[in-house]
């Protein structure tokens, strides 16, 4: 069955630190892989994706996801987070089957 | 300009009551998804439509029901609503990509916070 691990539950941080973030994947075939983030108080929205091509996928806001294939992992990453980062943070998973399955979360706090 | 609108944004109903969530999108996507969020739970996948006519369970199903007659509407209803559906509703909409048809990102709803109490 098709399914999305992000083994970080919460993640705290100090400004200008790095972040990665893990997501393992569970899926027999090709997949679009995406990550999205939500804002306190609102709905998610799409930091990146990654549907074919080169696995070093570049989105908004400076992050950054690199699509392991042997791994089956697309790890988000920044080199330099702000205190607006502060969010959670999805991990999702599409594949033939037309199921778009999503992680349980990161909860990232950004401390000044 | 609307992209995808969900209906109504806030209920809150007894136990036992019935309910349906609307869902309408104007770009017309093929894909159309309900989950709902929890606390610390991610969004779990409840139904799910490749097209008109055509629905499938996604990972959370039970309580719920719902139909696709046409390409824009997809409602969600509940039967029998019971204390554990005490949740945030979001519907979204996608279309084919990549090389497999897999669905694209997401447009979604502003969600819809239902209280069973």
């Known amino acids: 069955a098709q399914s999305v691990s992000q083994h970080n539950h919460h993640v705290i941080l100090s400004e200008a630190a790095s972040l990665e973030l893990g997501c393992n994947y569970s899926?027999?075939?090709?997949?679009?892989l995406f990550w999205y983030v939500q804002y306190p108080g609102q709905h998610l929205q799409l930091l990146l994706k990654y549907f074919s091509g080169d696995p070093l996928v570049k989105g908004i806001k400076g992050f950054e996801a690199e699509f392991i294939k042997s791994k089956f992992s697309f790890n988000l990453r920044k080199p330099s987070v702000q205190w607006s980062d502060t969010a959670e943070y999805f991990c999702?998973?599409?594949?033939?089957?037309?199921?778009?399955?999503f992680g349980t979360g990161t909860l990232l706090a950004v401390q000044p | 300009n609307a992209g995808v609108t969900q209906t109504p944004k806030f209920r809150i109903l007894k136990i036992g009551q019935s309910m349906t969530l609307q869902c309408a999108q104007d770009m017309n996507h093929n894909y159309m998804y309900w989950y709902r969020q929890d606390p610390g739970m991610g969004l779990k996948l409840i139904y799910y439509s490749v097209g008109a006519g055509i629905t499938d369970k996604g990972e959370v199903p039970n309580g719920y029901n719902v139909s696709r007659s046409t390409t824009e509407d997809f409602p969600l209803r509940l039967e029998l609503a019971a204390p554990s559906q005490t949740s945030v509703y979001f519907c979204a909409s996608s279309y084919p990509a990549g090389v497999t048809g897999a669905p694209g990102e997401l447009f979604f709803g502003e969600g819809s916070r239902l209280t069973v109490l």
């Open positions: 899926y027999g075939g090709t997949v679009n």
């Open positions: 999702a998973v599409g594949g033939a089957t037309n199921k778009l399955i």
